[in-house]
C-alpha cells in the first residue's frame, strides 16, 4: 500500500510539473550596417550587437510589461556606465528601466504555463529603428516608419495586440 502511494505522489508530483510554466526565449538580432545596443526589461539587460550578430536571453513565464529595444549611438565605460543618443536607460548598459524617447518597443506579456502570450509593437514613444516581432506560434509584426500601421501609434489603439500560444519563443530583429 505505502509504494502505490508513493506511486500515485509520484505520478502527482510529474504530472504538475509538467503542465508548470516554462521560459521564453528570446533571440535579437541586428541586421542593420551599424551597431545596435538592445536592452530589455524587466529581465535587466542590456548589450552591444555588432551587425549580423544575436543576443538570446531567457524570459521567466508569468512575465509582464516585458519590453525589447535598440539603442543607438551609445558610449560606455568598463563599468557600464555610459548614455546613448536614442532609447538610453539612465546611462546604464544593463537596463532596469524603460528607455527615453524616441524607441521601437517590443512589448510582451508572458502567461504562465499552456496561457496565451501577448505581443505588440509600439511607437507611441518615437520611432528610431525599423524591428521585425514574432513568436514561433504567431504572426510576425514589421515595422519600418513612424507611421507603422501594424503597431500601436496611439494609447487608445487596440486592435494592435497578436497572442502567440504559451511557452513560445521570440524573434526581434533590427533593420528586418
Not at 30 to 51: R, Y
Not at 75 to 95: E, I, P
Not at 115 to 131: E, K, P, T
Request: charged share 10%.
Amino acid at each position: 500500500m505505502a509504494a502505490t502511494s508513493s506511486s500515485i505522489l509520484f505520478l502527482l508530483l510529474a504530472a504538475f510539473g509538467a503542465g508548470g510554466a516554462t521560459a521564453a526565449t528570446f533571440s535579437v538580432t541586428n541586421n542593420c550596417g551599424f551597431t545596435v545596443w538592445p536592452a530589455a526589461t524587466p529581465v535587466g539587460g542590456g548589450t552591444q550587437l555588432n551587425p549580423g550578430q544575436t543576443w538570446t536571453f531567457v524570459v521567466p513565464a508569468g512575465t509582464g510589461a516585458g519590453r525589447v529595444w535598440g539603442r543607438t549611438g551609445c558610449s560606455f565605460d568598463s563599468n557600464g556606465r555610459g548614455s546613448c543618443q536614442t532609447g538610453d536607460c539612465a546611462g546604464a548598459l544593463f537596463c532596469t528601466l524603460s528607455g527615453q524617447p524616441p524607441l521601437t518597443l517590443a512589448e510582451f506579456t508572458l502567461g504562465g504555463g499552456g496561457a496565451q502570450d501577448f505581443y505588440d509593437i509600439s511607437v507611441i514613444d518615437g520611432y528610431n529603428l525599423a524591428m521585425a516581432f514574432s513568436c514561433s506560434t504567431g504572426d510576425r509584426i514589421v515595422c519600418t516608419s513612424s507611421m507603422c500601421p501594424q503597431a500601436y501609434l496611439f494609447p487608445e489603439d487596440n486592435s494592435k495586440v497578436h497572442a502567440c500560444a504559451g511557452n513560445s519563443n521570440y524573434q526581434v530583429t533590427f533593420c528586418p
